[in-house]
């Protein structure tokens, strides 16, 4: 599988661990991940902080990933739903801790939850 990013020249600055465009080259397998929030394993408790919530889903989203024998690395697309544009630098730093130097095409929205508990969710696409 091979992957290119298109970071065309004349584009607005890219942010950390953002590609303008990320392309994925014919034979990969893909793997579309569903709107990912910050539930314990009992599907009823979640943590009340923003970082807690956003710590956890990236442990979801970890072992989603290694279910289909892929890594962080394997992640071509993020959508970030945050309930709150205040969320927004908390969301990039730890979104920066997890992807270090990947890359992937983002989208990340303020929106209102379908409860209001949750602080963020989180969609992916990974390849390989």
Do not use: C
Not at 88 to 94: D, G, L, P, T
Request: hydrophobic fraction near 40%.
């Amino acid at each position: 599988m091979t992957i290119k990013k298109h970071d065309q020249k004349g584009l607005y600055p890219k942010y950390p661990g953002y590609a303008h465009a990320v392309e994925v080259a014919g034979g990969a397998r893909t793997l579309y991940i569903s709107g990912l929030n910050g539930y314990e394993s009992d599907g009823k408790t979640m943590p009340e902080s923003f970082e807690d919530q956003s710590e956890l889903i990236w442990r979801h989203l970890r072992a989603i990933l290694a279910s289909a024998g892929m890594e962080i690395g394997n992640l071509v697309f993020l959508r970030t739903y945050l309930a709150r544009p205040e969320y927004m630098e908390a969301n990039k730093a730890i979104r920066k801790k997890h992807l270090g130097n990947h890359e992937v095409g983002l989208t990340v929205v303020a929106a209102t939850l379908l409860k209001p508990e949750w602080k963020l969710e989180v969609e992916a696409v990974a390849a390989a």
